[in-house]
């Protein structure tokens, strides 16, 4: 089982070898690893900065998003009474389309007896 100190002593080992190789390298190796570093810090910087030159044009679109929300003001939808859920019983009793149903109130009531005769042929 490894303890701290096995892991201390194979970190300090690792990192001594890392070194000496390091040290052995010539300058020509060096060379190139620095230009090779450069070359990533370079790509790396462009490719990050490049959604910069979007951002204007974001706020400007988004900005008149907004513009023609406010203008246009609220959307009305008119929704049926039996589609609005926060609609209590008496509410719907009150109102304008109570007579139609009130008229038709033979032929609900059919249909709640068919619909139950459904689900219980079903179940």
Do not use: H
Request: charged share 25%.
């Amino acid at each position: 089982m490894n303890t701290p100190n096995d892991e201390k002593r194979l970190e300090q080992s690792a990192k001594a070898l890392f070194d000496d190789s390091v040290e052995q390298l010539d300058a020509t190796k060096l060379s190139k690893l620095n230009q090779g570093r450069q070359a990533a810090l370079a790509a790396a910087s462009g490719t990050s900065r490049q959604w910069l030159r979007w951002v204007p044009a974001t706020g400007m679109a988004t900005a008149a998003l907004v513009a023609v929300i406010v203008l246009r003001g609220p959307a009305v939808v008119d929704v049926p009474l039996a589609a609005d859920p926060t609609l209590t019983d008496f509410e719907i009793l009150m109102g304008e389309d109570v007579l139609e149903m009130i008229e038709e109130l033979e032929f609900y009531s059919w249909i709640d007896l068919a619909e139950m005769d459904a689900t219980d042929n079903v179940g």
